[in-house]
């Protein structure tokens, strides 16, 4: 497999500018732009299987949202919202200087899709919402708050990928090698081990979330959703505990009446790097 060629572009935030990374496959000159976007704890490389795949039909761009993986951390962590990653992946096309762009987003990445299509004049062609919708699930928001900026530092990369492993089971069965290769760009070097790539401050707007918040925050979700009229791919783990069987239901008969497909013996989240996952996406693609 090639390696991405890692770029960054400047974003404007409350306390002035930082720079986002993303990392790009295939060929600069291609006008056929795929955009990937990972989730809440996760980072750009997360993507690589896929990207790799994809890289002789797109030019494929896998960006390390602000605070994750080699961008820069915020100096005021409430600007780590969802709001303000639209506004840095607007910055980012404007870069591409691309007129037409199909995204696939997993969870947040998905949100943040959700966000850039719903916007007037959005130059998104295709979306891909990689198990997520408006409704995310009480039960997986606690579970994902045991975990978020928890202060862990890991003596190898072995230690780490365990210690990933063991709060990622959703993510479904991955060879070893696979997972180490999932893991290896969620570390940072820590003096002799390592560290997680992002921000623990990230979880500090997440658990700021009241129940309140929560219940306006899916009324806009839904709001935005229901506005979208571009062919829209939905993805769950069957076993998911943050994208509900019934949020997937109403998503296929609402708003762009998305595709569905669920992937057995999977949770929150599938990683697209098996054959088969990957398989369903690029038909949605590049099919007719």
């Not at 602000?66 to 639209?86: C, E, F, H, K, N």
Request: charged letters at 20%; proline letters at 7%; glycine letters at 10%.
């Amino acid at each position: 497999m090639t390696e991405p060629r890692l770029h960054y572009v400047q974003c404007l935030d409350s306390r002035g500018l930082h720079r986002m990374a993303y990392w790009e496959w295939g060929d600069p000159a291609n006008r056929r732009v795929l955009v990937c976007a990972h989730g809440l704890a996760r980072q750009g490389r997360d993507f690589d299987t896929l990207a790799a795949d994809l890289a002789t039909s797109y030019r494929v761009v896998c960006p390390d949202v602000v605070g994750r993986g080699r961008s820069d951390w915020l100096a005021d962590p409430m600007g780590y919202a969802i709001p303000a990653y639209v506004a840095d992946m607007v910055t980012l096309l404007a870069r591409l200087d691309a007129e037409t762009v199909d995204w696939v987003g997993t969870s947040m990445g998905g949100l943040i899709g959700l966000g850039v299509a719903a916007l007037a004049h959005s130059p998104l062609r295709r979306l891909v919402l990689n198990d997520v919708g408006p409704v995310i699930e009480p039960t997986s928001l606690q579970r994902i708050g045991t975990y978020l900026g928890a202060p862990v530092r890991f003596s190898s990369l072995e230690e780490a990928a365990d210690a990933m492993w063991a709060i990622s089971q959703g993510f479904g069965p991955h060879s070893r090698e696979q997972w180490l290769a999932l893991t290896r760009p969620m570390l940072r070097p820590d003096g002799d081990g390592f560290k997680p790539h992002y921000d623990p401050a990230i979880a500090v707007p997440f658990k700021a979330i009241t129940p309140e918040m929560a219940e306006a925050g899916q009324a806009l979700l839904w709001q935005a959703y229901d506005s979208l009229k571009l062919p829209t791919l939905l993805l769950r783990g069957a076993e998911s505990d943050l994208l509900s069987a019934a949020t997937a239901q109403a998503m296929t008969q609402r708003g762009p009446r998305a595709r569905l497909h669920e992937f057995a013996g999977v949770g929150h989240a599938p990683t697209l790097v098996q054959p088969g996952q990957r398989q369903v996406v690029r038909e949605f693609l590049l099919g007719a």
